[in-house]
């Protein structure tokens, strides 16, 4: 089966960047997802086909790509962006999540 | 607006059946491929099962395969989980997605101990 690798965590100050990686082989075939996920909430659709950001997303997460790894990024992080966020693909039937980052805003 | 509701969790012994349902409204989901994850308390998100949209394909987790059933009920705009052979790491928060991940439900705790 296929496995997407992310760091456990990321910390980063108000106001400065944090970036996200996930790899993983299946990513060579799919576009990657991204979701932000709270403490006692469902996850949230942040990023989708790589790059795509749904409506009512804020304009500092943005997805980029680079061979079979994708990356989240938080422009000028808001406290409000402390949460885990997964990425998430899926190819020949494999549908996967990546492990979970935590990110720290302080 | 789309909406969807879990229901079905509870307390059950290993070994033991349980069916999970999800009510969806503000959208038909004979249309969509629609999921399972499920998260276990403290864990991160499993993907754990997809039903086509017409019914036809049936994809699953390897930890859950020749346990889990998926399957829909159109009449009634209702997914359904059944899940057999219950074993404690199946104790999870399980979620039903519609297919894109926009929408989620809130979950239904499936809590499996003896």
């Known amino acids: 089966s296929h496995e997407l690798t992310q760091p456990s965590s990321v910390s980063v100050s108000p106001g400065q960047t944090a970036r996200i990686t996930c790899s993983g082989d299946v990513l060579a075939k799919k576009f990657a997802r991204w979701f932000q996920q709270k403490p006692g909430q469902a996850p949230v659709l942040v990023i989708y086909k790589d790059t795509e950001r749904p409506s009512g997303i804020p304009e500092r997460f943005s997805g980029s790509r680079s061979g079979t790894t994708v990356t989240l990024t938080i422009s000028g992080a808001q406290v409000e962006d402390e949460a885990d966020y997964y990425c998430y693909s899926a190819a020949d039937n494999n549908y996967v999540f990546g492990s979970g980052t935590k990110v720290t805003v302080l | 607006q789309v909406q969807l509701v879990e229901s079905g969790g509870g307390v059950v012994q290993p070994e033991r059946s349980l069916r999970l349902s999800c009510a969806a409204s503000?959208?038909?989901?004979?249309?969509?491929?629609m999921h399972w994850v499920r998260q276990a308390p403290g864990k991160g998100l499993e993907w754990v099962a997809v039903i086509s949209s017409d019914g036809s394909n049936k994809y699953y987790a390897d930890s859950v395969k020749g346990r889990f059933t998926i399957s829909r009920d159109n009449s009634k705009n209702t997914l359904y989980l059944q899940m057999n052979s219950l074993r404690a790491e199946d104790t999870a928060l399980y979620y039903c997605?519609?297919?894109?991940?926009?929408?989620w439900g809130q979950g239904t705790l499936v809590t499996v101990s003896s």
């Open positions: 503000g959208f038909t989901i004979s249309s969509y491929d």
């Open positions: 997605a519609k297919d894109g991940f926009l929408d």
